[in-house]
């Protein structure tokens, strides 16, 4: 009889277990098995409300997908183990503001963002925003590099539906985590017809900033992505609101496609420092590089070991941009450098005029219309 009764017990726990299905904090919900690789993840309504926006997440790691032990670390955690499902869970209020799924793409910390998973997104993204059916597509990152995809995707997804990359500083384990409020604004800006045509927009920390102007600026702040020279493009104070316009070339205004490329052409940085020598040029040729960015001092500048490097390199069909390390304004075009066809990044950064200049490298070696390039983008 008492056995009888401590069955039916276990019945009952085991029941109701299944039935919740969230007897743990969704936050803290890390599972192991979720392997970085493209899953589906389903709808979060099955059919779907129809005057909700249908917004996609893809998921690629970084420290919103990060957990540690202790919820007062924010520095010693593992980045990228936290998959897309336990991320959707975490903030179920997105639901009331659109249908949401989402795929893994990898999980990764974003130094680990490479040129193959660059293309891997793009084309993903691509694809999903033909379809009818999706309105918007958020990317989920590591905030380390996540300057650089935003980037790239502002060159290269085609559409004018909105595609919002987010990240957040502190894991998802932990104390006050950003991630949930990150992931909450960024669906709601990507399912906001207003975001559409601005090309790739970045989400953190109640801001939206353009992908062409917005950087990491301190390396554990909540408010670290700033987009000092230009603005945000918007704020989010439970509504959205948006104050500025973009005016350089995005995403269906861009001469450059990914549809046909499997690779992108090796582009390598190059840091301006004092006493240096010419060898970090000739070691980036050796290596093979089609073009190399100098992050340069002030505007650009060279010292006499670097030029002589630079003016090596081009000669070798190299080409060569001149950045600046300064993290600030605009890198002009220098007549005696552009003799030199040492050409100018305006004001890119060192890390996004790697992107660009990979990109224009798939279309043409000519210094002149590489500069255009610069200048437009
Ligand atoms: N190291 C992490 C990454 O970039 C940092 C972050 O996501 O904030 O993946």
Same mark, same amino acid.
């Given at each position: 009889m008492k056995k009888q009764r401590w069955i039916i017990f276990t019945l009952f726990i085991a029941l109701l277990f299944t039935f919740t299905g969230c007897?743990?904090?969704?936050?803290?919900?890390?599972?192991?098995?979720?392997?970085?690789?493209?899953?589906?993840?389903?709808?979060?309504?099955?059919?779907?409300?129809?005057d909700l926006p249908n917004i996609?997440?893809?998921?690629?790691?970084?420290?919103?997908?990060?957990?540690?032990?202790?919820?007062?670390?924010?520095?010693?955690?593992?980045?990228?183990?936290?998959?897309?499902e336990s991320l959707i869970e975490?903030?179920?209020?997105?639901?009331?503001?659109?249908?949401?799924?989402g795929e893994q793409v990898v999980n990764v910390g974003s130094t680990n963002i490479d040129n193959k998973i660059l293309l891997k997104l793009a084309k993903?993204?691509?694809?999903?925003?033909?379809?009818?059916?999706?309105?918007?597509?958020?990317?989920?990152?590591?905030?380390?590099?996540?300057?650089?995809t935003a980037y790239f995707l502002n060159l290269t997804v085609k559409s004018d539906k909105p595609v919002v990359v987010v990240g957040s500083m502190r894991p998802s384990t932990a104390i006050s985590a950003d991630g949930p409020s990150n992931l909450y604004n960024a669906v709601k800006v990507a399912g906001t017809p207003e975001a559409k045509g601005k090309g790739a927009l970045v989400v953190l920390n109640d801001r939206i900033a353009s992908a062409r102007y917005v950087s990491k600026t301190n390396t554990t702040t909540t408010d670290t992505f700033k987009s000092e020279?230009?603005?945000?493009?918007?704020?989010?104070?439970?509504?959205?609101?948006?104050?500025?316009?973009?005016t350089r070339k995005h995403t269906k205004d861009t001469d450059f496609s990914v549809s046909d490329l499997d690779q992108l052409p090796q582009v390598d940085i190059v840091y301006g420092y004092q006493n240096e020598g010419s060898y970090l040029f000739d070691a980036a040729v050796k290596a093979g590089a089609k073009g190399i960015v100098y992050a340069g001092t002030g505007n650009g500048s060279l010292s006499d070991a670097s030029e002589k490097g630079a003016v090596s390199a081009v000669k070798k069909g190299v080409t060569v941009v001149r950045s600046s390390r300064t993290g600030?304004?605009?890198?002009?075009?220098? %007549?005696?450098?552009?003799?030199?066809?040492? =050409? !100018?990044?305006?004001?890119? #950064?060192? %890390?996004?005029?790697?992107?660009?200049?990979? =990109? !224009?490298?798939?279309?043409? #070696?000519?210094?002149q219309k590489i500069q255009e390039y610069f200048n437009e983008y």
């Amino acid at each position: 009889m008492k056995k009888q009764r401590w069955i039916i017990f276990t019945l009952f726990i085991a029941l109701l277990f299944t039935f919740t299905g969230c007897s743990q904090s969704p936050e803290t919900k890390e599972s192991p098995k979720e392997k970085p690789q493209t899953q589906k993840v389903s709808s979060a309504s099955a059919s779907g409300k129809k005057d909700l926006p249908n917004i996609k997440i893809l998921a690629t790691g970084g420290t919103i997908a990060g957990a540690d032990k202790s919820k007062t670390s924010t520095t010693e955690y593992k980045a990228g183990v936290v998959g897309i499902e336990s991320l959707i869970e975490a903030v179920p209020e997105m639901k009331d503001i659109a249908n949401v799924s989402g795929e893994q793409v990898v999980n990764v910390g974003s130094t680990n963002i490479d040129n193959k998973i660059l293309l891997k997104l793009a084309k993903r993204i691509n694809k999903l925003l033909a379809s009818d059916d999706v309105d918007g597509v958020v990317v989920t990152h590591g905030t380390d590099t996540l300057e650089e995809t935003a980037y790239f995707l502002n060159l290269t997804v085609k559409s004018d539906k909105p595609v919002v990359v987010v990240g957040s500083m502190r894991p998802s384990t932990a104390i006050s985590a950003d991630g949930p409020s990150n992931l909450y604004n960024a669906v709601k800006v990507a399912g906001t017809p207003e975001a559409k045509g601005k090309g790739a927009l970045v989400v953190l920390n109640d801001r939206i900033a353009s992908a062409r102007y917005v950087s990491k600026t301190n390396t554990t702040t909540t408010d670290t992505f700033k987009s000092e020279e230009m603005g945000y493009i918007g704020t989010i104070a439970d509504d959205i609101y948006f104050n500025n316009v973009m005016t350089r070339k995005h995403t269906k205004d861009t001469d450059f496609s990914v549809s046909d490329l499997d690779q992108l052409p090796q582009v390598d940085i190059v840091y301006g420092y004092q006493n240096e020598g010419s060898y970090l040029f000739d070691a980036a040729v050796k290596a093979g590089a089609k073009g190399i960015v100098y992050a340069g001092t002030g505007n650009g500048s060279l010292s006499d070991a670097s030029e002589k490097g630079a003016v090596s390199a081009v000669k070798k069909g190299v080409t060569v941009v001149r950045s600046s390390r300064t993290g600030n304004g605009v890198v002009t075009p220098n %007549q005696e450098y552009a003799k030199k066809d040492l =050409l !100018a990044s305006n004001s890119l #950064n060192p %890390q996004k005029a790697r992107i660009l200049l990979m =990109l !224009a490298l798939t279309k043409t #070696n000519d210094s002149q219309k590489i500069q255009e390039y610069f200048n437009e983008y």
